[in-house]
């Protein structure tokens, strides 16, 4: 399974760009890669877990390094399936639990279930980082909001129905068969 997170970061926060893919076992949920850039090339930085070799590599521009693959690990978008998933198998999960990411231990604790906008939600801390992430309690199971702090302040997303897309002015419509 492949998870794709574009977020297009502007207003008081510089103009940027962040693209996250997230390649996940589709049974387990645990990490297989990860790579995050600014979608237009190569990954600025880029995490493999190879099983088979038994080694986790980190690749950040040139530079490259290795360690034993010890355990399962989960990346910073695959921890938000994973999370997902297991609130939707566990009615919501445990009180406190943990997950492995490259940088180290993360500590997951319920929090109060939630209302988010009309839908009842299970709410979580993450620590470090301090994220808080409500998911919904009926299925499909959305995230429906994330809060995270960064060095420019709170990023908070929340889940919106999906519009339908129309094309912009300028983009060419292309058309199958006939031209």
């Given at each position: 399974?492949?998870?794709?997170?574009?977020?297009?970061?502007?207003?008081?926060?510089?103009?940027?760009?962040?693209?996250?893919?997230?390649?996940?076992?589709?049974?387990?949920?645990t990490s297989l890669s990860?790579?995050?850039?600014?979608?237009?090339?190569?990954?600025?930085?880029?995490?493999?877990?190879?099983?088979?070799?038994?080694?986790?590599?980190?690749?950040?521009?040139?530079?490259?390094?290795?360690t034993p693959l010890t355990?399962?690990?989960?990346?910073?978008?695959?921890?938000?399936?994973?999370?997902?998933?297991?609130?939707?198998?566990?009615?919501?999960?445990?009180?406190?639990?943990?997950?492995?990411?490259?940088?180290?231990?993360?500590?997951?604790?319920?929090?109060?279930?939630?209302?988010?906008?009309?839908?009842?939600?299970?709410?979580?801390?993450?620590?470090?980082?301090?994220?808080?992430?409500?998911?919904?309690?009926?299925?499909?199971?959305?995230?429906?909001?994330?809060?995270?702090?960064?060095?420019?302040?709170?990023?908070?997303?929340?889940?919106?129905?999906?519009?339908?897309?129309?094309?912009?002015?300028?983009?060419?419509?292309?058309?199958?068969?006939?031209?």
């Open positions: 399974m492949v998870v794709r997170v574009q977020t297009d970061f502007g207003g008081v926060l510089p103009d940027l760009r962040r693209v996250q893919t997230s390649r996940l076992d589709p049974r387990t949920l990860y790579a995050e850039g600014d979608g237009r090339g190569k990954a600025a930085f880029e995490t493999t877990f190879d099983r088979r070799a038994g080694l986790v590599t980190l690749r950040q521009g040139k530079e490259e390094a290795s355990t399962d690990y989960h990346d910073p978008v695959g921890l938000l399936m994973w999370l997902r998933a297991r609130a939707a198998a566990q009615d919501g999960g445990p009180e406190r639990s943990y997950a492995h990411l490259t940088g180290g231990r993360v500590l997951i604790q319920r929090l109060p279930d939630s209302q988010i906008g009309e839908a009842d939600a299970y709410g979580y801390y993450l620590r470090p980082g301090n994220a808080y992430v409500y998911v919904e309690r009926d299925a499909p199971h959305r995230l429906t909001r994330l809060i995270q702090p960064t060095d420019f302040g709170l990023i908070e997303a929340n889940a919106q129905a999906a519009a339908a897309r129309r094309p912009a002015p300028n983009e060419k419509r292309r058309r199958r068969g006939r031209d």
